[in-house]
């Protein structure tokens, strides 16, 4: 393109994973350690998660779902969480690349907290490294937590969905949440310049925490870079692996239209860009290390607050008031079955009594019985017997 501001170029043209381009001391604590970089996407079934994936890497690194196996995936409510990993080397450094691709949410009749299973997966990854960090060898540990969790909005064009605030909400608070505007092929610019402003209005209107670039930075040019990826935000994105030519002769990635091509790579027609620079270029580094130092610590704090040193994660079991509560539970249970024990031998003795009675009554009947028997048998044999004895 023709109108690109020398930053944007710079920018643009870099092809490396951009760590070599990282600021010289940053530069050193990568190389030594090598760095694991793990990217989560997360939203709605059918936005385009996977397909966004397999573009963003060129590389099929994931299997597209066909449309039936998604239709036949959302009648059964399990949310699988799929780890696909590759390694990016760029001359000596080297990223272990963790791409974890998540089916989506939002089919189903009860979409109540269908997210939790995200934090759940967030929240392990910081459990077992806070665990790892707490053992006297610490060499070899193996480090998942997320560093960007880019979430997905379905491009309805109006505004977000309660579901997408609540899930955003509670994602945010754990780790760099980028939000992107899928499939923005779909919408024209107008609507999509529209859709952005209402999306980012939600979004502070409720407080939503998401991953935003550092803007006071004595290097001018790089503040300016920031402050137009925050511009953007958030990214609106077209996923495509295929190559499709364009009516002026080029094969690109995008899709195909009756006006035209919407090209992936295209500054013009969407920001996936921006976005593909942000995460594995200029910005992979500070998302790390806002991940350690802001969500991780957060977690680890709050961990260290409720449990001492090498204690594992309580389970709800293991939970003190939880414990009380079943101790109660327990103790009121006991008494009442004393008392209906207590309740049930009375009526038992009552009713030994009364069959006691009863049979008192019986005897005194049966000998009444006998009694008149033997006068009838009396009255028979005596005198007046040939009375009945016709
Ligand atoms: N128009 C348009 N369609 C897209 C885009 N990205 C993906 N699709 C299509 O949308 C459908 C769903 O794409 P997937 O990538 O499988 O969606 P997903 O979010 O992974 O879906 P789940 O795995 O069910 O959560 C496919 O038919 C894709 O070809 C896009 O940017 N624009
Ligand atoms: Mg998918």
Redesign the pocket.
Same mark, same amino acid.
């Given at each position: 393109m023709s109108g690109e501001s020398p930053s944007q170029t710079q920018f643009q043209t870099t092809d490396g994973i951009g760590i070599a381009n990282l600021p010289n001391q940053l530069h050193k604590i990568v190389t030594k350690k090598g760095t694991n970089f793990s990217v989560m996407?997360v939203?709605?079934?059918? !936005?385009?998660?996977? !397909?966004?994936i397999?573009t963003l890497f060129t590389t099929e690194l994931i299997e $597209?779902?066909d449309?039936a196996t @998604?239709r036949k995936?959302?009648l059964d409510r399990t949310v699988d969480i799929n780890i696909h990993k590759a390694e990016l080397e760029e001359k000596v450094f080297n990223v272990k690349l963790n791409v974890i691709? !998540? $089916?989506?949410f939002g089919d189903y009749v009860d979409n109540n907290e269908c997210w939790h299973p995200v934090i759940d997966f967030l929240e392990n990854q910081y459990e077992q490294y806070l665990r790892q960090e707490q053992q006297p060898i610490r060499k070899d540990i193996v480090d998942m937590r997320v560093h960007a969790c880019l979430y997905?909005i379905r491009p309805n064009g109006h505004t977000l969905k309660p579901i997408d605030v609540r899930a955003m909400k509670a994602i945010g608070a754990r780790c760099n949440l980028i939000p992107v505007i #899928?499939? #923005?092929? !779909?919408l024209t610019p107008r609507d999509l310049k529209q859709f952005k402003k209402r999306v980012m209005d939600i979004i502070s209107a409720q407080n939503i925490r998401i991953y935003t670039p550092p803007v006071e930075t004595e290097d001018e040019p790089s503040a300016k870079r920031n402050r137009e990826i925050i511009a953007a935000m958030p990214f609106a994105?077209?996923?495509?692996t295929q190559e499709v030519p364009t009516p002026d002769g080029r094969r690109v990635k995008g @899709?195909t239209y009756q006006w035209g091509v #919407?090209e992936v790579e295209n500054e013009q027609h969407c920001d996936f860009k921006k976005l593909r620079s942000l995460l594995i270029r200029t910005h992979m580094l500070d998302l790390v290390t806002t991940t350690e130092e802001v969500h991780y610590d957060k977690y680890r704090t709050t961990q260290m607050k409720t449990r001492k040193f090498g204690e594992p994660k309580p389970k709800k079991s293991d939970n003190k008031k939880f414990k009380e509560e079943e101790e109660q539970l327990r103790k009121r249970f006991t008494e009442k079955v004393k008392q209906e024990e207590n309740r049930f031998r009375q009526w038992e003795q009552k009713l030994i009594a009364e069959r006691d009675r009863l049979n008192k009554d019986l005897e005194q009947d049966h000998n009444l019985v006998k009694q008149l028997e033997s006068e009838i048998e009396q009255l028979q044999k005596g005198p007046g017997g040939a009375k009945f004895g016709k």
């Amino acid at each position: 393109m023709s109108g690109e501001s020398p930053s944007q170029t710079q920018f643009q043209t870099t092809d490396g994973i951009g760590i070599a381009n990282l600021p010289n001391q940053l530069h050193k604590i990568v190389t030594k350690k090598g760095t694991n970089f793990s990217v989560m996407v997360v939203g709605e079934s059918g !936005t385009g998660k996977t !397909t966004y994936i397999n573009t963003l890497f060129t590389t099929e690194l994931i299997e $597209p779902l066909d449309d039936a196996t @998604r239709r036949k995936k959302q009648l059964d409510r399990t949310v699988d969480i799929n780890i696909h990993k590759a390694e990016l080397e760029e001359k000596v450094f080297n990223v272990k690349l963790n791409v974890i691709d !998540t $089916p989506g949410f939002g089919d189903y009749v009860d979409n109540n907290e269908c997210w939790h299973p995200v934090i759940d997966f967030l929240e392990n990854q910081y459990e077992q490294y806070l665990r790892q960090e707490q053992q006297p060898i610490r060499k070899d540990i193996v480090d998942m937590r997320v560093h960007a969790c880019l979430y997905f909005i379905r491009p309805n064009g109006h505004t977000l969905k309660p579901i997408d605030v609540r899930a955003m909400k509670a994602i945010g608070a754990r780790c760099n949440l980028i939000p992107v505007i #899928a499939k #923005a092929d !779909t919408l024209t610019p107008r609507d999509l310049k529209q859709f952005k402003k209402r999306v980012m209005d939600i979004i502070s209107a409720q407080n939503i925490r998401i991953y935003t670039p550092p803007v006071e930075t004595e290097d001018e040019p790089s503040a300016k870079r920031n402050r137009e990826i925050i511009a953007a935000m958030p990214f609106a994105i077209i996923g495509s692996t295929q190559e499709v030519p364009t009516p002026d002769g080029r094969r690109v990635k995008g @899709r195909t239209y009756q006006w035209g091509v #919407a090209e992936v790579e295209n500054e013009q027609h969407c920001d996936f860009k921006k976005l593909r620079s942000l995460l594995i270029r200029t910005h992979m580094l500070d998302l790390v290390t806002t991940t350690e130092e802001v969500h991780y610590d957060k977690y680890r704090t709050t961990q260290m607050k409720t449990r001492k040193f090498g204690e594992p994660k309580p389970k709800k079991s293991d939970n003190k008031k939880f414990k009380e509560e079943e101790e109660q539970l327990r103790k009121r249970f006991t008494e009442k079955v004393k008392q209906e024990e207590n309740r049930f031998r009375q009526w038992e003795q009552k009713l030994i009594a009364e069959r006691d009675r009863l049979n008192k009554d019986l005897e005194q009947d049966h000998n009444l019985v006998k009694q008149l028997e033997s006068e009838i048998e009396q009255l028979q044999k005596g005198p007046g017997g040939a009375k009945f004895g016709k």
